[in-house]
């Protein structure tokens, strides 16, 4: 995968966003919606061969696409090519686990109960949202639960937008 690396016909890929153990997420234009950004999802390279691992992400990108909740992160597309990957919304935020890690590095003092409160509210609406659908999270950590800055004159500092529903089970 390159910048320029044209997928499926309609996705263009303009940087790596993220490279983690079990993804890699890219910026991506699609074309045949006008040129917006979506997050293209992939499995490590190390999985593109790996018939089982590609299967697994189709059937669960899938599933996972029939959500649709403000605290989740919207799948909009599954495709099976080579390598396969998922179309998600383009949200570029920090995770909660890079922001619990920035304040401890920066002598920060953690997350206060209100807003700890706060943040665990939406994140259990939205696996409340999920289970009512007959799926599960199977790994719902700090690494899976993205920032999203407030919008301006909300008095949330973030809104917190849970990830990763490729990791599910129904």
Known sequence: LAPGTRLAGRYALDRLLAEREI???????????????????????????????????????????RLSHPAILGITGVD???????????????TLAEELSRRQSSGEPPLGVPETLTLLEAVAAALDHAHGSDILHLEVTPSRILLVPGAPG????????????????E
Do not use: K, M, Y
């Not at 293209?40 to 899938?62: C, H, K, M, S």
């Not at 099976?80 to 920090?94: K, N, R, Y």
């Open 23 to 65: 993804e890699t997420v890219w910026l991506a234009r699609d074309t045949a919606r006008g040129n917006t950004g979506v997050a293209l999802r992939f499995l490590p390279a190390r999985l593109w061969n790996d018939v089982q691992a590609r299967a697994t992400l189709i059937q669960e990108g899938q599933r996972s696409a």
């Open 80 to 94: 099976s090519g080579d390598p396969p990957f998922l179309v998600t919304e383009l949200v570029e935020a920090a």
């Open 154 to 169: 909300s008095p949330a500092r973030w809104t917190p937008v849970l990830e990763q529903f490729g990791l599910a089970a």
